[in-house]
């Protein structure tokens, strides 16, 4: 048995497989998806990725892929290649300042630090197309605000906890806008084939711009 | 040319539903779909549909429409009164509506929700391949309001109908079948104990995100904090406060308060027509 994962019941027709960290439920996640396009993957119909889970939904049986998986060769870190996506972002957030003195740097230089890392969606959730990207490194994180603003305007840039994210649209959130994306409409298109341009496994750099698109 | 049905009468909540747009979750798309689903596909045989053509869900006080072209309908699932042009009509099985008149399905006389379904099929725009209404996201088209034009598909000859179509009564206790995790193990074995043996009631703030119950709390083993993970339809999630929640079809698709049972789907049916105040137990099995 290798990456250390644990497989839990869900009910007759899914498994929660669980892992000891983020780094190890990417590689997995990773690891499930190649399997599922050479075809290698017993039937699955859903493969949802959680922080430290991954959950296989639609299984007809689900003892026999625990058995599988637990001879699974997984690899400790995600794939590095692949695409990446590169989100433009005007770094004017309400919670820019806060933030800055959070993180102990002047306001001006958030956005140099924000966009100095490669991001990779970890997993989807709260709203269609929401991502919830890793990378940012431990001193950086910082906490949500203790009561959520009713209003966060769709293509808000927010941190949470390890978590960075791009709202595709306007919902209430807890999470500290340091920033927007001018155009958010590609986050979330269902007319579009891939209809969340930010899918788990995606990888993700922003780009700080100017307000006029520059 | 096919027909389109005006909304005379939404009712308190009448939404669009077909199977629901699986195969999505990993994007933060709920399943979606109707609740009652073998009410929506019997209904839909009886009309010579597809089984999961699009059809109307309603909640508790029904709703009302008028076709511009004649059309045929049936009302299934919640029994309810059916009038057709101010005359009484059949439920659970096809009745003929003439251009103009109004179709309405009443109060439920026992269960939540009826389904109204158009032979034919709704024919309102899907979305990610389905027509239903995801209340959750707000993906598909939104619920029903007083003028809401419908438009309807192409009709298939009827069917030889049965004699009797098989419509199950709506449940006096709702006895849920339950196997136990993924995390169990977060509560005490007592709360499991007290999950497995007592009775809970409906609560009347149940909806198509979840069943919700009242009754006694389950207490946690410890109080950590669970990291976001995929949640199943049918998972018993228990928020703080202790009282279960059964994920029905709008559920969000990872969650962080932990799930101590999973509800097989072929039980839901009868968790989505439970009326608030209906008895509620979970077993093993």
Redesign the interface.
């Known amino acids: 048995m290798s990456a250390g994962l644990t497989v ?5 027709h ?1 498994l ?1 497989v669980e892992l000891p960290d983020a780094q190890r439920t990417g590689a997995f996640h990773a690891e499930l998806l190649r399997r599922r396009a050479a075809g290698t993957l017993p039937p699955v ?11 296989l ?2 299984v007809p049986d689900p003892a026999a892929l625990a058995r599988r998986l637990a001879d699974l060769d997984v690899p400790t870190a995600p794939p590095a290649d692949g695409a990446v996506v590169e989100i433009p972002v005007v770094y004017d957030g309400p919670d820019l300042a806060g933030v800055a003195e959070l993180w102990g740097v002047a306001e001006d230089e958030v956005a140099a630090r924000h966009a100095a890392y490669t991001y990779r969606v970890a ?8 991502g ?1 990207l890793t990378g940012l490194p431990e001193e950086l994180h910082v906490p949500r605000h203790a009561t959520p603003r009713t209003r966060v305007p769709a293509g808000a840039v927010a941190l949470a906890g390890p978590y960075s994210a791009v709202y595709p649209r306007a919902t209430p959130g807890g999470w500290q806008i340091i920033g927007t994306m001018p155009d958010p409409t590609p986050l979330w298109d ?1 007319s579009r084939e891939r ?2 341009l930010l ?2 496994g995606t990888q993700v750099r922003f780009r700080p711009t100017e307000a006029d698109g520059r | 040319m096919t027909a389109k049905l005006t909304v005379t009468r939404p009712g308190a909540l009448t939404t669009v539903q077909d199977a629901g747009r ?8 709920p399943r979606s779909g109707a609740l009652d689903a073998p009410s929506m596909r019997l209904a839909n045989r009886l009309l010579g549909n597809p089984a999961d053509a699009a059809v109307l869900e309603t909640t508790l006080t029904g709703c009302a429409l008028r076709p511009d072209r004649p059309v045929t309908v049936l009302v299934g699932g919640a029994p309810c009164p059916v009038t057709v042009g101010g005359r009484p009509a059949a439920w659970g099985s096809p009745v003929h509506v003439p251009a103009g008149a109004t179709l309405d399905a009443g109060p439920a006389t026992s269960g939540v929700r009826s389904y109204v379904a158009v032979a034919g099929g709704l024919a309102v725009d899907p ?2 391949d389905s027509r239903s209404a995801d209340l959750l ?1 707000g ?1 598909g088209p939104a619920p029903l309001a007083a003028g809401t034009v419908l438009p309807v598909g192409r009709a298939h000859p009827l069917p030889a109908l049965p004699v009797a179509a098989p419509w199950p009564a709506p449940p006096a206790e709702l006895v849920l079948p339950v ?5 169990a193990d977060w509560f005490t074995p007592a709360a499991v104990r007290t999950f497995l043996t007592a009775t809970f009631t409906v609560s009347a703030h149940s909806n198509r995100i979840g069943l919700r119950t009242e009754g006694p709390s389950l207490e946690r083993e410890s109080a950590g904090e669970l ?6 339809l ?2 018993v999630q228990v928020p703080p406060d202790g009282r279960p929640v059964v994920f029905l079809h709008d559920h ?4 962080g308060y932990p ?1 101590i049972a ?3 789907e072929s039980a839901l049916a009868a968790a989505a027509q439970a009326v608030p105040g209906t008895p509620v137990r979970f077993t093993v099995g």
């Open positions: 839990r019941p869900a009910g007759r899914a929660l119909a859903e493969i949802v990725p959680g922080a430290r889970t991954v959950l939904d639609g997993f989807c959730g709260f709203a269609p197309g929401f919830y269902p209809a969340a899918s788990p | 699986a195969g999505h979750a990993h994007l933060g798309v979305v990610l996201s993906l196997l136990l995790g993924p995390r990291p976001s993970e995929g949640m199943v049918g998972a969000p698709t990872t969650g799930v999973v509800v097989p």
